[in-house]
């Protein structure tokens, strides 16, 4: 790796803790009111696992041919397939206790879908009313691709984010931050080994928004570690929670080692922010 690429990376990397287990248990160990800012996709409850209808999906650019690309949505170490009500109740047990460990006027963004099972309409916002978190935006990701689903919907392009405070103390971002608007337009991430991550880009965005100063980055179902590749370039500490110990072994890899994709997407990514970018050529030029 490029000397220059090296020091950066060593600079930027305070702290990175990945920690083999389940979620909901291992923040109840943390600290209250220590988290500055949460990113975070949990699996989607697709009841995916062995059905080869849901789980090999075709990635699809609407009024084009199929790209060819297939994907498997198979987690190595669980099995995605709760009843609905256990799923959500799970989910608002995990947003609830990591309100208490966030420090007040911080942030969590949870990355998730509309989804249609058994022909029923599944919102997230029913359960994310139901925690303690204020709801500050809900953001829409369009990926431009879609599963192929041969007309019995409009094809789904789309993804939400959420972005929840703790409190009524808010962060102020940047104009730059805010001119991104809340439509979000940028494609999944189909080079990644891991089933379902998201793109670099995505809790890249999140934390430039709302953390100017160091601080912890959390992200509970860390998966191939993309939330923590991005918090640690940016100068913060991480901890990633999975159930998975080869997710967990490859994201300490591409934490610790941060690919040349990772770090060109970076610094494509971060260019846009004035701030980030004169930081960056302190290390890179
Ligand atoms: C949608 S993926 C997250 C992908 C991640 N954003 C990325 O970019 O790689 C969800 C992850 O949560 C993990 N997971 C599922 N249930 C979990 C639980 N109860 N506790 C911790 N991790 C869990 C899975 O192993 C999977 O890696």
Redesign the pocket.
């Known amino acids: 790796m490029d000397r220059e690429i090296e020091e950066f990376i060593e600079e930027c990397y305070l702290t990175c803790d990945l920690i083999i ?4 248990k ?1 923040s109840r160990e943390l600290e209250d009111n220590f988290i500055n800012c949460t990113v ?5 409850n697709k009841h995916s696992v062995g059905s080869t209808k849901e789980s090999l999906v075709k990635e699809y650019i609407p009024g084009k041919q199929s790209n060819g690309v297939f994907r498997k949505i198979e ?4 099995n ?1 397939s709760l009843p609905e009500d256990v799923y959500q109740e ?1 989910q608002v047990e995990l947003l609830d206790t990591l309100y208490d460990k966030t420090v007040p006027g911080g942030s969590l963004f949870y ?1 998730h879908k509309v989804r249609y099972l058994k022909g029923d309409c599944i919102h997230p916002i029913e359960w994310l009313r139901k925690s303690k978190w204020h709801i500050r935006e809900e953001l829409i990701w369009t990926k431009s691709t879609g599963t192929e689903i041969s007309g019995y919907r409009f094809t789904q392009c789309e993804e939400r984010i959420y972005w929840l405070c703790k409190g009524d103390k808010h962060p102020k971002m940047s104009r730059k931050c805010a001119d991104f608007t809340s439509v979000w337009k940028f494609p999944p ?1 189909v080079k ?1 080994s ?6 670099l880009v995505l ?1 890249l965005r999140c934390i430039e928004a709302v953390m100017s100063e160091p601080g912890v980055v959390l ?9 923590g590749v991005a918090a640690t370039l940016l100068g913060h500490d991480y901890i990633g ?4 110990e080869c ?1 967990s072994g490859t ?1 300490k890899e591409r934490i610790e080692n941060p690919t040349k994709r990772d770090i060109e997407n970076f610094r494509k990514y971060s260019d846009s922010n004035p701030q980030i970018s004169s930081f960056l050529d302190d290390f890179f030029y």
């Open positions: 287990g389940d979620c909901i291992l975070t996709s949990p699996p989607y987690y190595d170490s669980f995605d799970q990355n991430d990644n891991h089933p379902a991550p998201y793109p809790p992200d509970p179902y860390s998966g191939s570690g993309t939330t929670f999975d159930l998975s997710y994201a």
